[in-house]
Structure formats: C-alpha cells, structure tokens
C-alpha cells in the first residue's frame, strides 16, 4: 500500500513559482508512475503532467508546457512539480497519484492519490 503526501502550495503572485513535492512511503515507490493532477474550483479533475517510473518519460499538457516540469528522485521517494510564471488560471488543488506503468489521463486508472494541495495564483 502506497502512501503519497503532497506539500508546497500556497499562495502566490502571478508570474511566480511554487514547487510541490509528494513524498511517497510503503511499497516499492521505483515501481509507480506519477501523475500530477489539479481540480480547478467547479471544474473535473485534469492531468497537468506524468513521470515514468524510472523518470526517462515525461508528458506535459497543452495548458502548463514551457512553464511546469516534472521530475522524480526514487532514492528520495519523492516526485516534484516545480510550477513557473504561474497564473491566476492556474489556480487549483493539485493531487499525485501513482499507477503501477503507462501513461493516461485517465483519473479513474491511477490507484493511489494523495490528500491535495491548494494552489492559489494571484492577479
């Protein structure tokens, strides 16, 4: 059973960045994919960006790319999301979630999440 905590959000101006980090425990954490996700207020949950397991692949959406990176230290059991020239858009709770391999942007195919964090991008 993975466990995964999200920690970085808060509040920011635009134009700023913020870095999230979920640090995951229990089970082999090398053997997940990690997806990061945000749930803008009123609106479903979309994918913003995906890691491989072993972090040679990466997929970014549309919306965040050329201003989100992902990235990953399995010997820290951590995943990161470091998010630059933010927008108000870009406000939102932000979850990982984790699958055993293969990318979708499917929410309902991930098996473990963590408890979100709350970004807020101010204008």
């Known amino acids: 059973q993975v466990q995964l905590v999200e920690s970085g959000g808060g509040l920011v101006q635009a134009g700023g960045p913020l870095k999230l980090s979920c640090a995951a425990s229990?089970?082999?954490?090398?053997?997940?994919?990690v997806a990061w996700f945000r749930q803008p207020p009123g609106k479903e949950r979309e994918i913003v960006s995906y890691?491989?397991?072993?972090?040679?692949?990466?997929v970014t959406a549309d919306s965040v790319k050329g201003r989100f990176t992902v990235s990953r230290d399995n010997a820290q059991h951590t995943a990161y999301l470091q998010m630059n020239s933010l927008k108000p858009d870009d406000t939102a709770v932000y979850y990982c979630?984790?699958?055993?391999?293969?990318?979708?942007?499917?929410?309902?195919?991930?098996?473990?999440w963590g408890q979100g964090a709350q970004v807020t991008v101010s204008s």
């Open positions: 979630a984790a699958k055993l391999s293969g990318y979708t942007s499917d929410p309902n195919r991930y098996t473990y």
């Open positions: 890691i491989s397991r072993s972090g040679g692949t990466t």
């Open positions: 229990g089970g082999t954490v090398s053997s997940y994919a």
